[in-house]
T-cell receptor, first 111, second 115 residues
C-alpha cells in the first residue's frame, strides 16, 4: 500500500455543486493531515489542516478525518471555476514525523 | 514581504554538469525546506533546516545532491553531476518555528531540465 493515496482524476464537477476529494494513508498512528491546492504551473498552497476525527470547516471548505478508516477528505461547497486545480493530501507519518504527499487529484469545475 | 524567492526559475543543462538552485526564505522564518516534484513521484521532501542547521536530509536521493544554508537568508541545493532523471520542479519553502506541521510558504519553484 502506498503511504498516501489519492485518485489522480480528473474529477469534473459542475459549477455550484459539491466537490469531494479523498485520500487514504497507511500509517495508522498519523496525527496531522493537510490539504494543499496547486494551480497549474504554480506552487502548492496550504488550504486546510486537520488533527482530530470529525469535520473542520473553513468557508466553503470542509476537511473530514476518520482515523479508524485511515481516510481524510476535502469537500468544496458551491464549487467555482477558480477551484479548478490539483489538490494534494499530505500526512505527517507517526513513525518518523516525515511529511508525505499524495500525488494529487486534478479537479475541474465545469462552468 | 516578497515571499520566498527562488532562482533561477528555469534551468536547462546537459548531463554531467553542475546545477545550483538558490532560495531566499521569508525574513524571520526559522525553517527552510527543499522539495522536488515530478509526475511520477509527486512532491517529495528532500531536506529541511532549522536555524540554518540541517535537521533531516534523509530525502536527498543520493550523494550527487547537497544543500547548504550559510545564513538565515540564503540556501542552495546543488546537484553534481546532474542526470536526466533529476529533471523536475524544485521548490523551496519556509515556515515559522514549529516544524513540519506549521504552515509552509512555498516559492515559485525552479524547473530543471537535464538533457
Amino acid at each position: 500500500q502506498k503511504e498516501v493515496e489519492q485518485n489522480s482524476g480528473p474529477l469534473s464537477v459542475p459549477e455550484g455543486a459539491i466537490a469531494s476529494l479523498n485520500c487514504t494513508y497507511s500509517d495508522r498512528g498519523s496525527q496531522s493531515f493537510f490539504w494543499y491546492r496547486q494551480y497549474s504551473g504554480k506552487s502548492p498552497e496550504l488550504i486546510m489542516s486537520i488533527y482530530s476525527n470529525g469535520d473542520k470547516e473553513d468557508g466553503r471548505f470542509t476537511a473530514q478525518l476518520n482515523k479508524a478508516s485511515q481516510y481524510v477528505s476535502l469537500l468544496i461547497r458551491d464549487s467555482q471555476p477558480s477551484d479548478s486545480a490539483t489538490y494534494l493530501c499530505a500526512v505527517v507519518m507517526n513513525r518518523d514525523d516525515k511529511i508525505i504527499f499524495g500525488k494529487g487529484t486534478r479537479l475541474h469545475i465545469l462552468p | 514581504d516578497a515571499g520566498v524567492i527562488q532562482s533561477p526559475r528555469h534551468e536547462v543543462t546537459e548531463m554531467g554538469q553542475e546545477v545550483t538552485l538558490r532560495c531566499k526564505p521569508i525574513s524571520g522564518h526559522d525553517y527552510l525546506f527543499w522539495y522536488r516534484q515530478t509526475m511520477m513521484r509527486g512532491l517529495e521532501l528532500l531536506i529541511y533546516f532549522n536555524n540554518n542547521v540541517p535537521i533531516d536530509d534523509s530525502g536527498m536521493p543520493e550523494d550527487r545532491f547537497s544543500a547548504k544554508m550559510p545564513n538565515a537568508s540564503f540556501s542552495t541545493l546543488k546537484i553534481q553531476p546532474s542526470e536526466p532523471r533529476d529533471s523536475a520542479v524544485y521548490f523551496c519553502a519556509s515556515s515559522l518555528a514549529g516544524g513540519l506541521p506549521v504552515k509552509q510558504y512555498f516559492g515559485p519553484g525552479t524547473r530543471l531540465t537535464v538533457t
